[in-house]
């Protein structure tokens, strides 16, 4: 089953921060958060593994939830590049890597 | 950058054609994966592979095969394509677990 993600989009102003939550109906075993932008590859942003970690780089972060079975990923002070569509991915087991993605958030940031 | 190509970028194909669509590597990973990408849906996993000759079904496998002879390729076979298979489609690498996927710059398949 595909994780489900929320918001579906959201527009920021420069500066404001903002939240993309994932969910599982399933236990987890790993959270992997992309980043999409029009007409290109997603492009990898962190992976978060079960043991409820939270993870950073620049002002993106994320949490991992294991008990609630959610991951939160956390854009602080956007700026115009960080728009594109966010996709959490979502691992039921380890071994494979065989990662589900959710249907995405698209975020837009604007001046 | 992964070495990850795909080929074609573009195609049109009529109804009923049998098409491949191949992913080259060049980065020695050990997975692949197919995807497709439609509006509303997200990025849908179609097959991977762990290995040479080692595939496993994604969630939407029905009417597409995949082969990987060699580490390097990973073929999509789109055995009698129909309309609902226009899509994009993605390539994907990895080289161990827990770790990042890289992707190529995607298939853009069209079926008329």
């Known amino acids: 089953q595909q994780p489900v993600q929320s918001p579906q989009a959201v527009i920021l102003r420069e500066g404001e921060d903002a939240v993309i939550n994932c969910s599982s109906s399933?236990?987890?075993?790993?959270v992997h958060w992309y980043r999409q932008k029009h007409g290109e590859a997603p492009v990898f942003l962190m992976i978060?593994?079960?043991?409820?970690e939270q993870k950073g780089h620049d002002k993106i972060s994320a949490s991992f939830n294991e008990k609630k079975q959610q991951s939160s990923l956390y854009l602080t002070a956007s700026q115009l590049s960080y728009s594109g569509t966010y996709f959490c991915?979502?691992?039921?087991?380890?071994?494979?890597?065989?990662?589900?993605f959710g249907t995405g958030t698209k975020l837009q940031v604007i001046p | 950058d992964a070495g990850i190509t795909q080929s074609p970028r573009h195609k049109v194909t009529e109804t009923g054609t049998p098409v491949t669509l191949r992913c080259h590597q060049t980065e020695n990973h050990r997975y692949m994966y197919w995807y497709r990408q439609d509006p509303g849906h997200g990025l849908r996993l179609i097959h991977y592979s762990y290995g040479v000759k080692d595939t496993d079904k994604g969630e939407v496998s029905d009417g597409y095969s995949v082969s990987r002879s060699k580490t390097e390729d990973f073929l999509l076979t789109l055995e009698s394509a129909t309309s609902s298979q226009t899509s994009v489609y993605f390539c994907a690498t990895g080289d161990r677990v827990n770790t990042e996927a890289f992707f190529g710059q995607g298939t853009r398949l069209t079926v008329v």
């Open positions: 991915g979502t691992e039921y087991s380890g071994g494979y890597q065989k990662v589900t």
């Open positions: 399933k236990a987890l075993y790993s």
């Open positions: 978060l593994l079960k043991g409820g």
